[in-house]
């Protein structure tokens, strides 16, 4: 059996699907989210799995699967397969993760101002309660989240804040990881 490797950035989008697929309103919706996970997993020769008893995602090659069943007998190693948790951890956690974001955020508006303050802010609200991440471990996919999803329908900012939004993430971006 060959071995795959998922790409990282392949893994975070499927992570990306499945908890827009939990948060969905409707049952349309999630199952959208879904449907467009496994697409993007296909195209990998992955497939996922929601295991529920510790609300994780499963990613593995689809070639481990036979008449809809792993065959773990067939498998030499499991290093291809990838496990992502899908429930945050306690909230310890949280109030760290929350305490250095917000410290990025003093910083970027001490040096460039309230605006991209404001737009830093609402990266760290991102980052801390969509990911419980600091805002230096954001990936690509992350950022293009925040831009096009989270920003447009959690953020009420006004037209100076949309205009510079994607420099504001960059300078956030760029204080974080210094």
């Known amino acids: 059996m060959r071995r795959l490797m998922l790409p990282e950035n392949i893994a975070d ?17 999630a199952e959208s989210a879904r449907r467009q996970r496994d697409e993007v997993l296909a195209r990998h020769g992955y ?14 090659p689809s070639e481990w699967v036979t008449d809809g069943r792993v065959r773990i007998e067939q498998i030499e190693t499991t290093d291809s397969a990838i ?21 990025i955020v ?36 992350m950022c293009k989240e925040f831009l096009r999803e989270y920003y447009p329908r959690n953020v009420w900012p006004s037209k100076k804040q949309r205009t510079i939004v994607e420099q504001s993430v960059e300078l ?7």
């Open 47 to 60: 497939i996922a799995r929601e295991r529920t008893a510790d609300t994780t995602l499963v990613l593995y």
């Open 83 to 103: 496990e992502r948790p899908l429930e945050a951890p306690g909230n310890a956690d949280w109030e760290m993760v929350e305490a250095h974001n917000r410290t």
């Open 172 to 178: 956030t971006l760029d204080i974080a990881r210094e």
């Open 106 to 141: 003093e910083r970027v508006t001490e040096q460039h101002g309230d605006i991209h303050g404001k737009n830093a802010a609402a990266f760290a609200d991102f980052m801390g309660n969509h990911y419980l991440k600091p805002i230096e471990e954001a990936t690509e996919t």
């Open 13 to 29: 989008e499927a992570e990306r699907l499945t908890r827009r697929a939990r948060d969905a309103s409707d049952a349309d919706e």
